[in-house]
């Protein structure tokens, strides 16, 4: 047992821990953090660490290390869905009876850890974007497809799926307009013009929408689907899932592969995403107008626009612009699609 006197770590003090390359039992000659807005993450030579900070919001909840440990869990299984031998386990971060942080057996745990096995960076799809071909690209398609061929369908009605992306639709919008962000009155206009077009495009073509929920074709996907999460290696693996909200993660196949088009084109490879959903159209027979795809095109992109200016409020940012220039770039992007 833990000394009550002992002071409990806090999420600073875990991640001096985590930094120090003595602190891993398969050892390490160091530890490179990386950091979202939901975790921090630990890269030593051969495993990842993935470490979920006490953060709560309207769609998660990470604010106890019970239900800290219970995403851990969904996260693993969830990535193994799309990866081989890549997600291995969910380890404690321990205290012992002296008060010392361990990733040993000595203690009870403080915190839970997603332990990884380190892909190959240079396999990222981003980092092999100029080489890749539809033909190399193949591969990973037909893991997606396999995928969402299998996976849970989700049983919505025509009127839920419509009702469900309006509102999304809406929150964006509304989260983009938070006085808070300090948008200028072009970009202002940007987000009402993409808002109002997605919510028309809804309602005019209910029935093309409306269909794909009721034809079966919403499934609990990976819902993250961005060339960084895709590696080229054999067999390929592809991570990172969101998993911490399900309904986020419930989408219609021709949404993720729009998202994955999307974002290859802002890498400057418009002719790959156009090749994955062709690709996914021949092996599933699913062949829904081109207009759907702009739609979610432009959707996604009104999302990625509020997520890069969502960065703006976390305090002392440190690189404003950067993010200022993202939230413009996806406001550009997604105006476009809405034409």
């Not at 769609?59 to 239900?67: E, H, I, P, T, V």
């Not at 009155?185 to 109002?196: K, N, P, R, T, Y």
Request: glycine share 6%; hydrophobic share 40%.
């Amino acid at each position: 047992m833990t000394d009550p006197a002992v002071k409990l770590p806090d999420l600073e003090d875990k991640t001096r821990f985590l930094l120090a390359p003595t602190s891993y039992p398969e050892g390490t000659g160091e530890v490179r953090l990386e950091e979202t807005h939901m975790a921090r993450v630990f890269l030593t030579d051969h495993f990842v660490y993935k470490m979920k900070k006490p953060v709560r919001s309207s769609y998660l909840d990470f604010s106890s290390l019970d239900k800290r440990y219970a995403v851990c869990r969904e996260e693993l299984r969830l990535n193994r869905r799309l990866t081989d031998g890549t997600y291995l386990d969910v380890v404690p971060l321990r205290v012992d009876a002296q008060g010392q942080m361990t990733l040993d057996e000595r203690g009870v745990p403080v915190e839970w850890l997603v332990k990884m096995r380190r892909l190959r960076e240079g396999a990222a799809l981003p980092r092999q974007i100029d080489r890749t071909t539809p033909q190399t690209l193949a591969p990973l398609l037909q893991r997606l497809c396999d995928f969402y061929r299998i996976t849970n369908t989700i049983e919505l009605n025509a009127e839920q799926y419509l009702t469900w992306l309006g509102d999304r639709c809406r929150e964006w919008r509304d989260q983009l307009l938070a006085p808070a962000l300090w948008l200028d009155a072009g970009e202002i206009d940007q987000v009402i013009q993409v808002s109002g077009a997605l919510l028309d495009f809804i309602r005019c073509e209910a029935p093309l929408l409306g269909g794909r929920a009721e034809g079966g074709h919403i499934v609990e996907g990976h819902g993250d689907l961005r060339p960084e999460h895709c590696f080229l290696t054999q067999p390929p693996q592809v991570i990172d899932c969101l998993e911490f909200n399900r309904t986020l993660r419930c989408v219609d196949p021709v949404d993720e592969l729009s998202y994955l088009a999307l974002e290859c084109e802002l890498l400057g490879r418009l002719d790959l995403g156009e090749a994955a959903l062709e690709f996914y159209s021949r092996v599933s027979g699913d062949r829904p107008p081109p207009a759907l795809s702009r739609f979610y095109r432009a959707e996604r992109a009104l999302l990625r626009a509020q997520l890069a200016a969502a960065h703006l409020q976390d305090g002392e940012v440190a690189d404003p612009q950067k993010w200022r220039n993202k939230t413009r770039t996806y406001l550009a992007v997604a105006q476009r699609y809405c034409v």
